[in-house]
């Protein structure tokens, strides 16, 4: 079956980095879109940004991280990465990696990055 399992998350300072994994199983990961969303405290879950499927992929992204991200993925390994720099308390939130298999969408159980200022 379909798994997408997130890691990474950290508490961290305002102005620090880190990088989010995900490791996804149970279906050909090379030929799917990829996408990282992040859900903050009582806001709604929301696109970060996303990675069309080959290599390199095709990015796109949401304005509000707009230069402070990179998408990689491996397709070799079947994970999917979000590199965050200049981390700011907004971008507290959970983070998570679906994949949308129509006519259904799968996510994993996510994984939580707390920025302090």
């Known amino acids: 079956q379909v798994q997408l399992v997130e890691s990474g998350g950290a508490v961290v300072q305002a102005g620090g980095s880190l990088r989010l994994s995900c490791a996804a199983s149970g279906f050909s990961f090379r030929t799917y879109t990829m996408s990282w969303y992040h859900q903050g405290l009582g806001k709604e879950r929301e696109v970060v940004a996303t990675?069309?499927?080959?290599?390199?992929?095709?990015?796109r992204d949401h304005n509000s991280v707009r230069g402070r991200f990179t998408i990689p993925r491996d397709n070799a390994r079947n994970t999917l990465y979000l590199q965050r720099n200049s981390l700011h308390p907004d971008d507290t939130a959970w983070y998570y990696c679906?994949?949308?298999?129509?006519?259904?969408?799968?996510w994993g159980q996510g994984t939580q990055v707390t920025v302090h200022a």
């Open positions: 679906p994949v949308r298999l129509p006519p259904a969408r799968f």
């Open positions: 990675i069309a499927a080959g290599a390199p992929g095709q990015t």
